[in-house]
């Protein structure tokens, strides 16, 4: 086995890493935003039965699920360009090797209960995004139809966004490309 086979063979490798990790945060984030979920029903129930519940507590959990998808929507933007850096890689030496095994196409007709041109990847950043939008969507319905005093869903809001920004700002690789 010659460098560029050996190269190839390791470039595999990684993608095949990246593809599993990505599966692994996933479901690290299912699993909290599912929580997160919960605890934003129950303490609305709670707030809905018990006037004196503060709002103020659901509103905290909304912004928990902002930062939480938010978050996974990044970490799933980050995968995704990790796992096309190692699908270039491994185009580049299958076509110095004169065996593009990764660049052959499927014919197989799409049809509506058959096989699309569907990224999984892509899709999930589409979810993860629409799962943040549902969160700021519920955060300002809850503050609408529950706040008298405006200034603590205020704190809590511009709380959130600079968290938001300070995982934007501080969130990305150091790394140029």
């Known amino acids: 086995m010659d460098d560029n086979e050996k190269q190839l063979k390791r470039a595999y490798e990684l993608r095949d890493f990246e593809i599993s990790h990505y599966w692994k945060r996933a479901q690290y984030f299912w699993g909290f935003l599912a929580v997160i979920y919960t605890g934003f029903f129950l303490m609305l129930i709670q707030h809905h039965k018990d006037k004196s519940f503060p ?57 509506f209960f058959n096989a699309g041109k569907f990224s999984v990847s892509k899709i999930n950043i589409v979810v993860s995004f629409l799962v943040f939008i549902s969160w700021i969507v519920l955060w300002f319905l809850t503050v609408c139809n529950n706040t008298e005093n405006i200034l603590p869903p205020i704190f809590i809001g511009v709380s959130t966004v600079i968290s938001l920004l300070f995982i934007y700002v501080y969130g990305k690789s150091s790394r140029q490309s």
């Open 55 to 111: 709002v103020e507590y659901v509103l905290i959990i909304c912004s928990v699920g902002c930062i939480f998808s938010l978050s996974w929507y990044f970490v799933n933007r980050g995968s995704k360009r990790w796992q096309n850096h190692w699908e270039t890689v491994i185009n580049e030496f299958e076509a110095k090797l004169k065996i593009p095994l990764y660049a052959i196409e499927n014919k197989e007709k799409t049809e």
